[in-house]
């Protein structure tokens, strides 16, 4: 099969584009998209390598579902609606079989969080995906990493770890087990994002382990934190699966959950804890930033565990 048939076959279907509409889609030099007035276009790009992001035997629809999700999860993050996307496919072969696949899997995740496939670039080369997600905000109302006051409450929603764990069971060959879907199946928290515009000080999401990414809102914002270990939101899979001190230890550092890490105003973690009983999505205080720079994590009988200068550029 050709560059163009396969483009044409599996990537310029309907199921693709469940998100915003477009002037123009895949097919031509370009696609045209128009951002409504008083709106901003929210851009991030991702690159995922086989077996540096993803294992590459993993089933092509998962390795799909996996990387938008990721690529959507940074828009969640600035309280964007997602919109478009493109793809940038590097294969190694025009594998009919597996491009159908990841199709399937990449028409199920862009159903799911309502984004519109725009166009992309195919290319043979080693197995690589590079996605730019776009999404739209209110003018002025992104939620950036810079906004955290002195005193906040640092809160993170769902579950922390899961990822990481389910990682390793899936390199154990197990690609069903709850966890393991946690890994290539993750839930960008689109809703969420947008209901912090106007409420959270500051937000990301959580791809590099809790601690590394707390850090970079810590110095876009020029503050400290102090975290409660015993506080971290551990689901009852990761503990019946990894030891304790295991599980903390993903919690912290795993990465990939693409859980939000926000900052809000002591006065407004009322509100989120009814959001968080209205969505049935957990929404978990872990600790509070200070105008002593660095993160501190404590335990439960107050020593200090661990202090991290946050942030480090390489
Ligand atoms: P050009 O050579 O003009 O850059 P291409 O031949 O690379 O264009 O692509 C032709 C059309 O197919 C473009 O509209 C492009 O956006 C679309 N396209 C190419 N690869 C993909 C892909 N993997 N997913 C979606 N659209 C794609
Ligand atoms: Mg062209």
Excluded at 22 to 37: E, T, W
């Amino acid at each position: 099969m050709g560059e163009f048939d396969l483009i044409k076959r599996y990537f310029d279907r309907p199921e693709l584009r469940p998100g915003a509409a477009m002037a123009l889609g895949p097919g031509d030099d370009c696609a045209l998209l128009q951002v409504p007035s008083k709106h901003q276009l929210s851009i991030s790009s991702d690159t995922f390598v086989a077996d540096v992001h993803f294992l590459t035997d993993m089933a092509a629809d998962q390795i799909a579902q996996r990387c938008l999700a990721a690529s959507v999860s940074d828009l969640a993050a600035m309280g964007a609606t997602p919109a478009w996307f493109n793809l940038c496919l590097t294969l190694p072969s025009a594998n009919a079989a597996w491009v159908s696949c990841f199709s399937d899997g990449l028409a199920t995740q862009a159903q799911a969080c309502a984004i519109s496939l725009a166009g992309g670039d195919t290319t043979r080369g080693p197995l690589t995906i590079s996605i730019h997600a776009m999404g739209l905000v209110p003018t002025g109302e992104a939620i950036t990493r810079s906004g955290a006051q002195i005193d906040d409450v640092i809160m993170v929603s769902g579950s922390l770890g899961d990822s990481a764990a389910g990682l390793q069971i899936i390199q154990q060959g197990d690609t069903t087990h709850p966890l393991s879907k946690r890994y290539w199946n993750p839930t960008p928290r689109i809703k969420l994002g947008q209901w912090l515009r106007h409420k959270a000080s500051a937000c990301l999401d959580v791809s590099d382990g809790l601690i590394q990414d707390l850090g970079h809102i810590l110095s876009a914002s020029g503050c400290g934190a102090d975290i409660q270990l015993q506080d971290l939101p551990l689901s009852a899979a990761l503990l019946a699966n990894v030891s304790p001190s295991q599980a903390q230890d993903f919690a912290l550092s795993g990465g990939e959950d693409f859980e939000l890490c926000f900052t809000l105003p002591a006065h407004l973690v009322a509100v989120a804890q009814a959001y968080s009983l209205s969505q049935n999505l957990p929404l978990t205080a872990i600790g509070r930033t200070s105008a002593e720079l660095g993160c501190r994590i404590w335990n439960e009988d107050k020593g200090l565990v661990t202090a991290r200068q946050g942030y480090q550029h390489f």
